[in-house]
């Protein structure tokens, strides 16, 4: 049976969304994540998301779904502009860019003009991330938490990194029966939306006419 969060997950509109920013035929999914930061939470430290995947792949997009209202007091996500900004900052000592970090980034900012959007999410917004999208999401300095579900979809034929580590997830989990190495293909892992059966399905349509 369908849950109505499966109608956010698995929403072959929200795939498709995913599929035609990344230019590619089809995305299956990799997993979807609940994202609750209590009151007073602080600052989700900057990074992009490329090594918390198991994927051997720079094809995967991240979904963001905001389940109220976040104004930039309740910490909405928030990005660097640039798919390559990620490689600027990526040489900085600390990997994890907490708060000691914060005003070398700035200044690293500013230096090279990047904007950082920061903006509140209305509800139905959704935002969508590549994988070397360099971001972070200010302290909840609300009395509510801040919901957010963030679905990641990647390229199908994408493959399991071959040496997976600590920082690189929990495959497992996520993927059952992949080894690595091995093009990620399971049931956990469904084709959420594929051009190609739609072109299949409209031939069809077509040749019935
Ligand atoms: O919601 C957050 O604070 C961070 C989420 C995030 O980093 C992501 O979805 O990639
Ligand atoms: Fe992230």
């Given at each position: 049976?369908m849950?109505?969060?499966?109608n956010?997950?698995l929403?072959?509109r929200i795939?498709?969304?995913?599929s035609?920013l990344?230019?590619v035929?089809?995305?299956r999914l990799y997993h979807d994540?609940?994202?609750?930061k209590?009151p007073?939470?602080?600052?989700t430290p ?6 918390h ?8 997009f ?6 109220q209202?976040?104004p930039r ?5 928030t ?11 990526k040489d900085?000592?600390?990997?994890k ?9 700035s200044?690293?900012?500013a ?12 509800l139905g ?14 302290a909840?300095r609300?009395n509510?938490?801040?919901?957010a579900?963030?679905?990641?979809y ?9 040496s997976?580590t600590m920082?690189s997830g929990?495959?497992?989990?996520f993927?059952?029966?992949i080894?690595p190495g091995d093009?990620?293909?399971?049931e ?8 190609i ?6 031939n069809?349509?077509n040749?019935?006419?």
């Amino acid at each position: 049976m369908m849950s109505s969060c499966d109608n956010f997950v698995l929403s072959k509109r929200i795939a498709q969304i995913a599929s035609e920013l990344l230019c590619v035929q089809a995305v299956r999914l990799y997993h979807d994540n609940a994202l609750s930061k209590e009151p007073g939470c602080r600052r989700t430290p900057w990074h992009y998301d490329y090594h918390h995947f198991p994927i051997d792949s720079q094809n995967v997009f991240t979904a963001w779904i905001p389940l109220q209202p976040i104004p930039r007091e309740m910490g909405p996500l928030t990005f660097a502009a640039g798919i390559v900004t990620y490689k600027l900052v990526k040489d900085l000592a600390s990997n994890k860019f907490d708060s000691s970090d914060g005003k070398q980034l700035s200044q690293i900012f500013a230096d090279k003009l990047i904007p950082v959007d920061d903006g509140s999410f209305d509800l139905g917004e959704i935002s969508f991330h590549h994988t070397l999208s360099f971001h972070t999401a200010g302290a909840t300095r609300t009395n509510e938490s801040r919901m957010a579900l963030a679905t990641t979809y990647f390229e199908d034929g994408a493959r399991l990194v071959s040496s997976p580590t600590m920082i690189s997830g929990e495959f497992h989990k996520f993927m059952p029966a992949i080894e690595p190495g091995d093009i990620i293909d399971g049931e956990y892992n469904p084709v959420c939306y594929s051009r190609i059966d739609l072109l299949a399905k409209e031939n069809v349509m077509n040749r019935s006419l």
